[in-house]
């Protein structure tokens, strides 16, 4: 198994509404990302966890709550959006160390907030 | 610290003709450099990856980059355009630690019939 899943594929939601984003990866990679990216902007890290452990936060607001539970899911909680949140978020994930590390990217899950 | 430039927003082709994407990188140590390609509403894909090995590398759908150190750079390249080619194109460069990528801000490729 060689790739990141991510569901749902799109989601729609209210601004009261609470919601999940799951990302799952069984290439024991130790290091998952989670992106957002608008359109025809490159990604913006929002998380990054290394070991099951939250290593980077890049002053996420906190209606976004990301989450490890194993080393191969990685959630994101997602509570009292604005619509300016609509965006693709994208799961990543890594190998933490050793050979030449890179990005596997899954095909993200489209958020439209009304 | 790390940086990506990538010198074209918007590169425009016609299909059978070469595809030239340009990027430059500031890194104070031997970098870890990466092409990824997105397609219209899809996640990225890595296209290829420099890991010191060889400066000429070649990735999937008959692309290559070339590192070149003295130059700074890592341009993308392929002979013959396809249609399905269109899509947006990132150079990306890795930190030490392997644990932060850097994105440059992506060159948009239209191919034209």
């Known amino acids: 198994d060689t790739e990141v899943t991510q569901t749902p594929k799109h989601l729609v939601m209210g601004m009261t509404n609470k919601k999940s984003l799951k990302c799952e990866q069984h290439?024991?990679?130790?290091?998952m990302y989670w992106y957002k990216q608008k359109a025809k902007k490159p990604p913006e890290l929002m998380f990054v966890?290394?070991?099951?452990?939250?290593?980077i936060n890049e002053s996420v607001p906190s209606r976004f709550s990301p989450e490890c539970p194993n080393s191969s899911l990685l959630n994101l909680h997602l509570h009292a959006l604005q619509p300016e949140d609509s965006a693709l978020y994208l799961c990543a994930s890594s190998q933490a160390s050793g050979r030449v590390p890179y990005f596997l990217f899954g095909p993200g899950t489209r958020l439209t907030v009304l | 610290a790390q940086s990506v430039t990538q010198l074209d927003s918007h590169v425009s082709v016609s299909e059978g003709t070469p595809v030239l994407l340009r990027c430059n990188y500031s890194s104070s140590y031997s970098p870890s450099l990466f092409w990824y390609v997105q397609h219209p509403n899809k996640g990225l894909q890595l296209l290829l990856k420099y890991t010191s090995a060889a400066t000429l590398v070649k990735g999937i759908n008959g692309f290559e980059a070339e590192f070149k150190k003295s130059e700074t750079s890592f341009h993308l390249t392929k002979p013959s355009a396809h249609m399905s080619d269109a899509a947006e194109y990132f150079c990306v460069v890795s930190d030490s630690t392997g644990n932060q990528f850097y994105f440059g801000t992506g060159t948009s490729l239209t191919v034209i019939p």
């Open positions: 290439m024991g990679h130790r290091a």
């Open positions: 966890y290394s070991y099951e452990k939250l290593s």
